[in-house]
DNA sequence: GGTCGACTGGGACGAGCGTCCCAGTCGTCC
DNA sequence: GGACGACTGGGACGCTCGTCCCAGTCGACC
């Protein structure tokens, strides 16, 4: 009933669309199921939208520019690469825990852009930032731990976005948060193992795997390293 | 036209799902092009299947079945208990290769089941399954390189299990094959790590991570670690 | 050879989908 | 204050969906 112009309109809807993706999937972002949940007609969507798929679009370049603004790649100085690693990750696990729903979306966002072909790219391009992001934060979590990196750091970026993906994905299904933990160390390992760390008090690995003393709260005090460097989003299905 | 018993109909509806599953995810399988697919009529698939939600879970049963019956978890003796890993995983990458629609059928209608409370149990039940297979896996390529586990099998394995995920995913998005390598250096490197193995070569892990004489081809030869491990289905969207 | 029941095709239903149209209404600017 | 154009609501279109019905037909068994 208020008179409301185009461009807020549109916001409004996309908002409502992710509010909608979140909760059912992107098969329940229906044009009417998202003038609904913004309470508005149906005449809006498509006075401010020229179609669905402009729509979609549009919600994706959203949710990209969300999670743009979402990580923040900082370092805790004073601790060695590996659990600076580990702190990252488990920080991001704590995000997934809070918002399941949010991370699933982005999941499904994904596949189902994979079937799409003039939407494939825009999942391969968001996948590229997820790695340039998770590359930054490696660079400056190897500064901060004086480690010098033995393969390209975009390589490890890559390992570590993968990792990413397959804890949440495992993690989504079994909601197994000790599991989770374990993944996590492991992946921290592995990455970590891809530098020279100075400050790695265990020169033999085969101590270190299981601290079990471990716990996601000490993600807060350090690097967010890959917050949001698998979040995020690409596209959906027609 | 000719006449077919309900039981072979269930069998060649299924048949024309896993098709379609494939071809256009779980979006794609309505019963009107399941029956096209199958090349019978509506009517028929409403006599075989009392419902499309009893035809999806026998097509989700279907597809457990099949994927049980592609895990073969044996390693070639001989090898360290890393390489056998490795091995094994790009082995499963060859697999995603040749048939990545499968797999990415596959991740959706995991995604797609956790969105329904009735479906959920199905998706945890077979990661508990895959879980499994990749601890036998586990088992015995210790056993064969003459490894003790540091860590229980049934942790190793659930991390192999993510880490395979991580790799399906991340493939899939930019089918970077070299990519996809380091990323199975790096988990087979962080997995081998959590068991004590006399046959390992490097003592310093800081020598072997980046072998890139790695090559995919080298998987046939060996264990079948975890082809199947992560493979397989759940369930499917309303 | 007749009967019974498993199986068949085709058409129809109500609901949801994306899209479009159109007559109205309000704010803005000359 | 009049005109223009941005914006509104409601209804309608053609389509696909899952499901159902029903008259008909074939094969197996007594």
Not at 157 to 165: G, K, P, S
Not at 182 to 204: L, Q
């Amino acid at each position: 009933m208020p008179r409301i112009p185009a461009a807020d309109r549109r916001v409004a809807l996309i908002d409502a669309g992710l509010r909608l993706i979140a909760r059912y999937g992107p098969a329940g972002v229906s044009t009417r199921a998202v003038v609904a949940e913004a309470g508005m007609s149906l005449a809006s969507f498509h006075y401010a939208f020229d179609s669905r798929d402009a729509y979609l679009d549009a919600l994706i370049a959203a949710v990209v520019e969300r999670e743009q603004q979402a990580v923040l790649p900082v370092g805790a100085p004073g601790l060695g690469l590996r659990p600076t690693i580990e702190a990252g990750m488990l920080r991001y696990l704590d995000h997934l825990a809070a918002d399941p729903e949010h991370e699933q979306a982005m999941l499904e966002l994904t596949l189902t852009a994979l079937r799409s072909p003039e939407r494939h790219p825009l999942a391969v391009a968001q996948y590229r930032r997820y790695a340039a992001l998770a590359e930054r934060a490696l660079e400056t979590a190897g500064e901060q731990a004086g480690a010098a990196w033995r393969v390209p750091v975009t390589e490890a970026a890559r390992v570590l976005v993968a990792f990413t993906d397959g804890l949440t994905l495992t993690w989504l299904v079994d909601r197994d948060d000790a599991a989770a933990r374990a993944v996590v160390r492991a992946a921290a390992d592995a990455i970590a193992r891809m530098a020279d760390d100075p400050m790695d008090d265990s020169r033999d690995p085969r101590d270190l795997p299981d601290p079990r003393g471990t716990r996601a709260g000490e993600g807060t005090r350090t690097a967010r390293a890959d917050d949001g460097a698998r979040t995020a989003a690409r596209a959906v299905a027609r």
